[in-house]
């Protein structure tokens, strides 16, 4: 039974430690988003009849999806 478990808990690292490259481009986009996002609220905040001239970022993954949702 030990042994069941120990290579469940080894499949589940390997599967984790395999995608870690797609995970940080994947949060390099999202900060990157966040970033520009914060830029665009601090021009509104400071003068919103502004808003009208800053474009909040595109999501490459679509309104109803964020980044850290898994590509199934």
Known sequence: MANIQN???RKVMKELFSCTD???AQLAETRLQCQQIEEVMIAIRENRMT????VMPKC???R???AND???
């Open 70 to 72: 898994s590509q199934t």
């Open 51 to 54: 808003a009208k001239n800053h």
């Open 60 to 62: 490459p993954y679509g």
């Open 64 to 66: 109803d999806k964020a």
């Open 7 to 9: 290579y469940k808990f």
């Open 22 to 24: 797609q995970l940080q």
